[in-house]
């Protein structure tokens, strides 16, 4: 199944279609990466950023938050704990935090490479050495939303940021061999249905391998307080329209759908998604990651377990890579 951008913008307009479209995404999920649900453990280790994206509650100039930063050898600590727990990927999430520069990410990673499991980052943009750097050392995926693929809106959204050069980093990691993951915003204050389509189009023409979309929710300590919060079906929609589009790929339930659906998990699971990530960063620091207001925690194992056998899945025994070693 393959769709034009014109088809892809009708589909996100008609909403009679939408049971069709869901379930469509569900057979494609089960016919390419099969029932089994990839776990992957999150570390939030800093909640420190540079940037200033509109959107988010790590903005810098948000100064109604309690910042943070593990320590190198507890983030390492962190991991191991989750890997015991039987964890076969960690994941590490930060803010743009330039205390973990290229030489304390690349000791975290290679603390982390001696256990057993696969390795994704989530740091934000970085040079083609410090890229190279981190694959060096063992890191095996990279995580960095476009956010929006409407280069306006981009640049309303990110104040001192730019475009291409994000798009350089996404290349960049493709060509040094990272599995990559991008995705996008759904519901951003002046965002298009055509740009949404857009935005699928270019997950297929950059190989993303990994892709999470989740609803733009309004954070009180943003520019963007008053608007209103993304529409959790139109993000599914997107979601699942992703799924039938690039097949094979490794789709996250995200914490955001979970947010604005108290089902938000396994609706998403039950129209594309394939992999869960619950948080396993140590809970002193836990509930302080908060890019958006009311973030859903999920961080217990046995927790996700539950819910992923609920729905007739299994947990997958391996790394979760895409090609499903
Ligand atoms: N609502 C939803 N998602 C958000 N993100 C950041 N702020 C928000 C928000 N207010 C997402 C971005 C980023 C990811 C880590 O979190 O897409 O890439």
Same mark, same amino acid.
Do not use: W
């Given at each position: 199944m393959n769709f034009s951008k014109q088809e892809i913008i009708n589909i996100l307009k008609d909403d009679s279609q939408n049971d069709w479209l869901f379930e469509l995404a569900d057979k494609v999920r089960r016919e390419n990466v099969g029932d089994e649900v990839h776990l992957r453990g999150l570390i939030e280790f800093s909640n420190i950023c540079k940037c200033m994206c509109k959107y988010c509650g790590l903005r810098s100039p948000n100064k109604n938050i309690d910042r943070y930063r593990i320590e190198p050898d507890d983030v390492i600590s962190c991991a191991e704990k989750a890997v015991e727990l039987g964890y076969k990927t960690i994941v590490l999430q930060s803010g743009?935090?330039?205390?973990?520069?290229?030489?304390?990410?690349?000791?975290?990673?290679?603390?982390?490479?001696?256990?057993?499991?696969?390795?994704?980052?989530?740091?934000?943009?970085?040079?083609?050495?410090?890229?190279?750097?981190?694959?060096?050392?063992?890191?095996?995926?990279?995580?960095?939303?476009?956010?929006?693929?409407?280069?306006?809106?981009?640049?309303?959204?990110?104040?001192?940021?730019?475009?291409?050069?994000?798009?350089r980093c996404l290349k960049d990691l493709k060509t040094l061999g990272y599995e990559v993951g991008?995705?996008?915003?759904?519901?951003?204050?002046?965002?298009?249905?055509?740009?949404?389509?857009?935005?699928?189009?270019?997950?297929?023409?950059?190989?993303?391998?990994?892709?999470?979309?989740?609803?733009?929710?309004?954070?009180?300590?943003?520019?963007?307080?008053?608007?209103?919060?993304?529409?959790? +079906? $139109?993000?599914?929609?997107?979601?699942?329209?992703?799924?039938?589009?690039?097949? *094979? @790929?490794?789709? =996250?339930?995200? &914490?955001?759908?979970? +947010? $604005?659906?108290?089902?938000?998990?396994?609706?998403?699971?039950?129209?594309?998604? *394939? @992999?869960?990530? =619950?948080?396993? &960063?140590?809970?002193?620091f836990s509930s302080k990651y908060e890019i958006y207001p009311d973030k859903s925690s999920l961080s217990d194992r046995d927790e996700a377990e539950r819910i992923i056998k609920s729905i007739g899945r299994t947990i997958s025994k391996g790394y979760g890579f895409r090609s499903n070693s």
């Open positions: 743009e935090d330039e205390f973990y520069s290229r030489d304390v990410m690349c000791k975290i990673i290679k603390g982390i490479k001696e256990f057993d499991c696969a390795l994704t980052l989530s740091i934000g943009e970085r040079s083609f050495e410090d890229y190279k750097a981190f694959k060096d050392c063992g890191a095996d995926r990279y995580l960095i939303r476009i956010e929006t693929t409407d280069r306006e809106l981009y640049k309303k959204m990110h104040p001192n940021m730019d475009f291409d050069n994000r798009v991008t995705g996008c915003l759904v519901g951003l204050p002046e965002q298009t249905i055509e740009s949404l389509a857009d935005d699928i189009l270019f997950f297929k023409e950059i190989g993303a391998d990994m892709i999470g979309i989740g609803p733009f929710i309004a954070h009180p300590e943003t520019p963007l307080k008053d608007c209103e919060n993304g529409n959790f +079906t $139109l993000a599914l929609k997107v979601m699942a329209l992703t799924r039938v589009l690039l097949k *094979n @790929v490794n789709i =996250p339930a995200t &914490t955001a759908m979970e +947010t $604005l659906n108290p089902n938000g998990r396994i609706i998403a699971l039950q129209s594309g998604a *394939n @992999v869960v990530m =619950p948080n396993v &960063t140590t809970e002193k």
